[in-house]
């Protein structure tokens, strides 16, 4: 097993592609030759290397690649792979949409593949085009291995069938032919029926539900020698040879035809009880099949609503980090405030001291005095507030106290420094504002794309649940349809068994009308379960294609996600730095500790509000959960009304099938009573 997934690893690196975790499992996971991609989506240079793979791999003598979603190109490059293995047995491509290009790539895998007995194609759409079909037809024609074809659910018309049955005439291989559910009409089944004439191997042959006749579809029973129709009807004409025979045979005449009555009765009863049984297997696939659509439809919308989950979260960190962003601004536009306060008042103290040099000179020194005692103080309580400012804080003390002995040569450089305070004043501004204009337009492009795409994913979720309640009501008018028709079936049953005992002579044309009508309404019966079917699977893609579409947006989310958190990144590391240079400027400054008591209020303020925020947020996650959680809880209810109902349906056809069989003994015994009581009973010799 290791070996093969070797091999497709490295095929896929030689394509330059990524090999599929889900097929490197089914790899790992082959049992006897079998190897059982179901439900895959598989790539086209994953089928690439599939079809490398399969080349020349000779463990594998079964596929199943049913519901794969095969695409065109996928399903050519797998199939051409697929014509030189030797050892392949099984192949099973149900459910994979093939159109015309398939059908074109099956018949060359026909032509050239010497090793295939079963193909299965249920569910594809090969008969659409007629030039695809009559390629795929011939081929058929000369192959000479394949024994098992299944061609149910491909909308092959009459022409279609025309095809097929040229090749049938030809094929010497072909055993079991599946083509149930498809639209060959009168002119196909004729076609079929004529061409079972000429071939010999073809034993078993289905064509219910293609709207064909009843008398072809007898016909096709004595065609391949299941049928016992014609055995009667030879039989009724040597009985019409012996009227004309003398009054002596009239007695053994008579035996004959009850003896052939009696046997015409039990064939009847057997070709109905088989048609029964049939009509019920057929309904236990459609149950079973609608079953695993409900099954895999919830699967998909769990999935979905992970991914929404998913996508709410980062949601949610988008705006912890849009916050953030946002406070980072609002403290930068602070301290350039802070900046312009600090000019004005320096200017302001130039002016003073150049006026009162001598004499505030003592003054100055009491001020500093008092203003480096303020100055630890304020320092002390800032520290307690806000840990991140204790090396700013560290500086500031280490300046105030060497400010007195300074004071002398900062009279001489304050004109200078006041110059290079404004031009960096006026620097910083500018940045200032290029930052704020760059960062509040990529805010509001990831705001209006945040915003689109979550309405976009909540539409689509409540399409997607708008459906499935239209096809939950869909499935429970066509019960009740199916109720009504089994009561009115009873109904005529009891009727029937009523006048059974006072029309003994016309029980053989009764009983024949009333099984064709039957079989009409179960056809038809059988005809709205597989629209649904088709419904349901149809669905089924659609569900498959939007976790598809979801699947990339989420990858696109991710790298705008990674995208903004490289530029906040940026902005916090271009903040810090300016505020680095601001701190150094504002530390020449001697009032800055009050304006940063000023600061670290409106920041105890905004966290507050923050906390507030999240709160909030942290309640509204909570009651969207709560809703999710009712409205699974729903559906659960729903499913399981689903499965008491057709219980109900299915007990419903038990008792139906334990009516028909009383009414065929009633049948039969009174058949045998109206022989044994009639007069040419009295004529018998005794024994």
């Known amino acids: 097993m290791e070996d093969v997934r070797r091999s497709y690893s490295r095929l896929c690196k030689e394509s330059g592609a990524e090999p599929q975790e889900t097929v490197l499992q089914r790899l790992h996971q082959l049992l006897r030759g079998r190897l059982d991609l179901a439900t895959q ?26 519901d794969c979603m095969l695409s065109d190109e996928g399903a050519t490059l797998l199939l051409q792979g ?120 073809l034993w078993k042959l289905e064509l219910a539900g293609n709207s064909v006749p009843s008398d072809i579809l007898r016909a096709v029973g004595p065609a391949v020698g299941h049928s016992l129709w014609w055995v009667t009807q ?29 046997k015409e009765v039990r064939h009847l009863q057997e070709e109905k009880s088989k048609q029964f049984l049939d009509l019920m297997e057929t309904i236990d696939k459609q149950q079973a099949e609608m079953a695993r659509s409900t099954r895999t439809s919830a699967a998909r919308i769990g999935q979905l609503q ?94 105030a106290k060497s400010q007195q002995d300074q004071m002398f040569l900062l009279r001489q450089e304050l004109t200078n420094t006041s110059a290079e305070l404004r031009m960096r004043a006026i620097q910083a501004e500018e940045r200032l504002e290029l930052e704020k204009k760059r960062s509040r337009q ?23 649940e708008r459906a499935m309640q239209e096809r ?19 109904a005529l049953a009891l009727s029937e068994r009523g006048q059974a ?72 590391q271009e903040l810090s730095n300016k505020d680095q240079e601001k701190v150094a400027e504002v530390t020449r400054v001697r009032v800055e500790l009050q304006e940063q008591n000023g600061r670290l209020q409106a920041e105890l303020t905004a966290q507050e509000a923050l906390k507030e925020k999240v709160a909030a947020l942290e309640r509204q996650l909570k009651v969207m959960a709560s809703d999710h959680r009712e409205a699974l809880l729903d559906r659960e209810s729903e499913n399981a009304s689903l499965r008491e109902k057709l219980r109900l349906k299915e007990a419903d056809m038990a008792r139906l099938r334990d009516e028909e069989a009383q009414r065929a003994s009633f049948l039969q015994n009174a058949v045998l009573a109206y022989v044994q009581g009639s007069p040419l009973r009295a004529l018998s010799p005794p024994k």
């Open 234 to 262: 030879l039989l009724l004409t040597e009985q019409a040879m012996d009227h004309n025979q003398d009054r002596e045979a009239t007695f053994r005449e008579n035996q004959a035809r009850a003896r052939v009555l009696s």
């Open 501 to 572: 005992e006072e029309e003994l002579v016309k029980a053989k044309n009764q009983v024949r009308l009333e099984e064709q009508q039957r079989l009409g309404h179960l056809e038809e019966k059988l005809r709205l379960l597989a629209q649904a079917r088709d419904q349901a699977q149809s669905s089924c893609l659609q569900q498959r294609e939007t976790v598809a579409e979801a699947q990339a947006r989420a990858s696109q989310l991710g790298l705008q996600v990674e995208g903004l958190r490289r530029r906040l990144e940026e902005l916090q």
């Open 41 to 66: 989506s598989l790539t086209p240079d994953t089928c690439r290397a599939l079809g490398k793979l399969l080349q020349r791999e000779a463990l594998v003598t079964e596929l199943v690649l049913s």
């Open 306 to 399: 992970e991914a929404l989950n998913e996508r709410q979260s980062i949601i949610n960190a988008l705006k912890a980090k849009l916050q953030m962003a946002e406070a980072a601004l609002a403290l930068s536009e602070q301290k350039a405030q802070d900046l312009g306060e600090l000019l004005a008042t320096t200017e302001q103290e130039h002016r003073s001291l150049a006026q009162r040099q001598g004499k505030e000179h003592r003054l100055e020194q009491q001020e500093a005095a008092e203003r480096e005692s303020k100055l630890l103080r304020d320092l002390s309580a800032a520290n307690e507030k806000n840990l991140l400012l204790g090396n700013q804080v560290d500086e500031l003390e280490r300046k």
């Open 472 to 490: 939950v009501q869909r499935l429970e008018a066509a019960r009740l349809a199916l109720e009504e028709e089994l009561s009115r079936v009873k």
């Open 442 to 464: 990529s805010l509001e492009d990831s705001e209006r794309l945040r915003f689109k795409e979550v309405e976009h994913m909540t539409r689509h979720l409540e399409e997607t």
């Open 82 to 201: 697929l014509c030189a293995n030797t050892v392949l047995q099984f192949l099973d491509l149900k459910g994979n949409n093939l159109q015309a290009t398939g059908a074109e790539a099956l018949g060359r895998l026909l032509r050239q593949n010497k090793s295939i007995q079963s193909l299965t194609l249920e569910w594809n759409n090969l008969g659409t085009w007629e030039d695809a079909f009559a390629t795929f037809c011939g081929a058929l024609a000369v192959n000479g291995t394949l024994r098992q074809l299944d061609l149910r659910n491909n909308q092959i018309s009459h022409k279609g069938a025309e095809e097929l049955a040229l090749a049938l005439k030809s094929n010497t291989s072909l055993q079991q032919l599946d083509l149930r559910w498809n639209n060959i009409g009168l002119l196909g089944g004729r076609a079929l029926v004529n061409c079972l004439l000429s071939n010999r191997t």
